[in-house]
């Protein structure tokens, strides 16, 4: 396990979250060198197992929620992030031992760090959604019964709104409501929890992962053999287990509307290779939501769904999507608390208005094989 | 009415010499040893003596690309003031990734003013004129320091930038250079703030880089315009080109596409440029080669420069091995539509190798004649034009088809001012779309006009 986290790590990071952010997150090159700063001027920052803090301890998650295209426009300095820790450690009269992650994806694998390198605190290695998701209440921590609020959120002029409720979901929604008067984005703090709570309702070793992903796919130099090897293995001997490869195709067309600020529609796969003449198609809503051949599903939300450049390996988030690319398209289970009922509330493909309930990518390869009566050779290169 | 065209690569500087139908009357290849330009003198003469009619010559055309640092470290005193207007103080300062070498050759004067405005063009606060002038007087600026002026959303208001750029010819005089950041267009404060400055110290530099050049011409009775290319292929007068130099810097691959297009007489098709042990794979629309916003280093840092989309194969050291081949194949088709594919057209200086080998059933397969001098040629035949990328904010009152036609004429003047007669004038592509995670009032729009020369 990774536990010193130096300036040299803060891309292996970025890079490697990527891959887990499902087509979502968002990108930004400020948050990776105000990391890097913030680790230059104020030294190391510590990566800790959940068992390595004490259990009576505070912890507090952090990030940033809004627009990343705002964010690099109106740009941050990293203090909005204390500044919420510190708003939540007031309101609720505590000291935090130690920050952790909401989303372990796109930007908000960088924001726990750069929050715990400026306030001199541990970072625990450990995150509530496994993945990127659209709303601050599609976390572990909310189907484990964590109270979200008290919720802070602070933007580049220091200007702070407090958030209180009993009603997770709510709160959520007013922070969503709030994000776009306050100019866009903002560093949010919330779901403060005692260690033994974080021990129970969290996500392990998820940033340790991403810094795994992102030292393997820089060695893999672009090839995306090489990367797709490296996200098998690193995947495998993790909380999330072997991913599928679903299909490789090409683009042939993009529908995609803006709705209530979210980017959702669905992109069209003409299958090449060994996958000629299939036709796949892709439902997204911010992330990948639904992947099916014809038919049939073969993953869906929850777990992940991750497109990947055939020219290069790079993940393709949803906003970057082109025709006439080719893609390679990867099934990732999610990890196992994120499949638990109460998640799959605020996170199943019903929430996206499919008629589907959720079943994981696994089974749904094992169904179509059995069908088939063929085993299903693991053909990924 | 002839054209001269003068290619200066990393390795050697290609001169031709061509009407508009292009017909050729002199190609010639050097390498480069000292400055790229300093050959000039032999190549006119040379010229001279085989008949060419120099004073014919009515436009002399020049590409060159990345010599950005070359031209930096023989100057001596580079200072550019940076004036950084938004609503967070002491984030990171411009330049943080820099090389070294511009580093240490790029004087940097930060100022940060309040300002700026949000997503949608409302002020975030107004400028101050007291902070303004306390700053300024502070920060003591030498006689030829030039200015970046940078403000949080300019594309969707650039009205704090230009009236800073007001005050600091009120405050320091008419003649000083002023790279204002809106007219870069991409989204990214730090991007378009770094690409202002390198812009303004380059804009001090080039100046001299090509007084030798104008002398030179000058001597051998050539009274022509210069021109030179931009990184999407098109020209823009020279006059123009020294208030925009990094709009300079990544000319050569668009010219090659366009170059070959015309060579090969396919208006559309996809073009595979083979030199320096590199292969680049693109597209040419309508005798235009298609572009794309790329993330690229230039002296270290990231930034968004509207080039050619291509795909680079690095290091071919088996030659035209079936690898290589097969990775040639795999990138056309990523340029290939679902049905009736493309011609495919093999040019630079390297190609014939592998243009001899690869096979593609369903497409046709050109190797032109001339095929190395793609890139000057492309450079000679490129119209002259202009482009803008804004964002606007649709209310009521402010529709689509209003901000399309307010971008229009915007991109019209551009191209007037890049040195195209306006009679001629244009539109290529007007390109709309959305910005992802902002609500859907938000438009981006890009719009490039082209014309004849004036």
């Keep these: 396990m990774k536990q010193t986290i130096i300036e040299q790590d803060v891309s292996q990071f970025a890079c490697g979250a990527k891959y887990l952010g499902a087509g979502g997150g968002g990108s930004s090159n400020i948050l990776e060198l105000l990391t890097k700063r913030a680790i230059r001027e104020h030294g190391p920052v510590q990566l800790q197992h959940p068992f390595d803090v004490k259990e009576t301890e505070w912890i507090i998650p952090v990030g940033i929620m809004g627009s990343t295209t705002i964010m690099n426009e109106k740009i941050p300095t990293g203090w909005e992030l204390v500044e919420v820790l510190r708003a939540v450690e007031k309101e609720k009269e505590i000291r935090a031992g130690a920050v952790a992650g909401i989303e372990i994806a796109g930007i908000n694998v960088l924001t726990p760090i750069l929050t715990a390198a400026l306030a001199r605190l541990p970072v625990i290695d450990c995150d509530g959604m496994g993945r990127a998701f659209t709303g601050i209440h599609m976390t572990t921590y909310h189907a484990f019964d964590i109270s979200l609020a008290p919720l802070v959120m602070t933007d580049e002029k220091r200007k702070s709104i407090l958030i209180q409720s009993d009603n997770n979901e709510e709160a959520e929604c007013i922070a969503r409501n709030t994000v776009m008067n306050m100019g866009g984005w903002a560093a949010f703090a919330c779901y403060a929890m005692k260690t033994k709570h974080m021990r129970e309702t969290s996500i392990y070793h998820t940033f340790s992962l991403a810094w795994r992903l992102g030292r393997g796919v820089k060695k893999a130099h672009e090839d995306i053999h090489q990367v797709v090897r490296v996200l098998m293995e690193e995947l495998s001997n ?22 209530e600020g979210q980017l959702s529609g669905s992109l069209f796969l003409e299958g090449r290779g060994e996958y000629t003449a299939e036709q796949w198609e892709i439902l997204f809503c911010n992330e990948y939501v639904l992947c099916k051949q014809e038919e049939n599903v073969r ?68 169904q179509m094989d059995a069908k088939r009566g063929v085993g299903h050779a693991t053909a990924w290169d | ?118 997503v949608d063009g409302s002020p975030i606060q107004d400028l101050m004129m007291n ?24 594309p969707v208001n650039p009205e704090h930038e230009q009236t800073v750029a007001q005050w600091i010819q009120k405050k320091f005089g008419e003649g000083r250079a002023i790279t204002l950041s809106y007219e870069f267009g991409s989204i990214g404060l730090m991007e378009r703030e770094n690409a202002a400055i390198l812009n303004a110290a380059l804009s001090s530099v080039i100046p001299s880089l090509f007084q030798n050049v104008k002398q030179v011409l000058r001597q051998y009775d050539i009274h022509a315009g210069i021109f030179l290319s931009q990184n999407d292929g098109f020209l823009m007068t020279y006059e123009r080109a020294i208030s925009y130099p990094i709009r300079t810097l990544h000319s050569r691959i668009a010219n090659s596409l366009r170059g070959a297009s015309l060579l090969a007489g396919r208006e559309d098709c996809i073009v595979v440029i083979v030199e320096n042990k590199r292969l680049y794979i693109g597209m040419v629309e309508e005798g235009i080669p298609k572009l794309r916003w790329s993330k690229r280093d230039i002296a270290g840092m990231y930034m968004h420069v509207h080039i050619p989309e291509v795909v680079m194969i690095d290091n071919i050291i088996h030659g035209a091995s079936d690898e290589v081949l097969e990775r040639v194949y795999q990138a056309t088709q990523r340029f290939q539509p679902p049905y009736e594919p493309l011609p495919i057209v093999f040019v630079g200086n390297e190609c014939s190798e592998i243009a001899g080998r690869f096979h593609e059933p369903w497409a046709e397969v050109i190797q032109p004649e001339y095929f190395s001098y793609a890139s000057a040629i492309g450079a000679c035949m490129a119209p002259v ?46 390109k709309v779309s959305p910005l992802a995670y902002v609500p859907n009032q938000a438009l981006r729009i890009q719009v490039r006009a082209f014309g004849n020369f004036a």
């Design chain 1, 238 to 259: 993790s909380v999330y287990g072997t991913p599928r490869l679903v299909t490789k195709g090409k683009i042939v067309e993009i529908y995609c509307d803006m709705k």
């Design chain 1, 299 to 366: 993953v869906m939300s929850p777990d992940l769904i991750c497109v990947l450049d055939a020219d290069t390996g790079h993940p393709v988030q949803v906003e970057e999507l082109e025709k006439n690319r080719n893609v390679w398209v990867l099934g990732i289970p999610s990890p196992p608390l994120v499949r638990t009922s109460k998640m799959l509330e605020v996170v199943g493909p019903e929430t996206y208005g499919s008629p589907f309930s959720f079943l994981p990518v696994e089974s749904l390869y094992e």
């Design chain 2, 1 to 118: 009415m002839l054209r001269l065209g003068i290619d200066v690569g990393k390795q050697r500087v290609d001169c031709i010499v061509m009407d508009e139908k292009i017909r050729m009357f002199y190609v010639s290849t050097r390498s480069v040893i000292k400055h790229p330009l300093s050959g000039m003198k032999e190549i006119l003469e040379e010229m001279k003596q085989q008949g060419i009619r120099l004073s014919d010559i009515k436009q002399v055309i020049i590409s060159a690309s990345s010599e950005y640092e070359e031209g930096l470290r023989e100057s001596e005193a580079v200072h550019v003031c940076a004036i950084r207007i938004g609503s967070s103080q002491n984030s990171l300062p411009p330049f943080y990734e820099v090389t070294d070498i511009v580093r240490e050759t790029v004087q940097l004067t930060c100022v940060e003013l309040s300002g700026g405005h949000y």
């Design chain 2, 131 to 154: 902070e303004w002038n306390e700053k300024m007087d502070r920060a003591a600026l030498p006689e030829h320091a030039t200015f970046a002026v940078t403000s949080a959303f300019s």
């Design chain 2, 385 to 430: 034009g202009g482009w803008i990328e804004r964002m606007y904010w649709l209310s009521e009152g402010t529709g689509k088809t209003q901000v399309i036609e307010k971008a229009a004429a915007e991109a019209i003047k551009e191209a007037i001012l890049a040195g195209a007669e306006e009679r001629s004038i244009a539109l290529q592509s007007v």
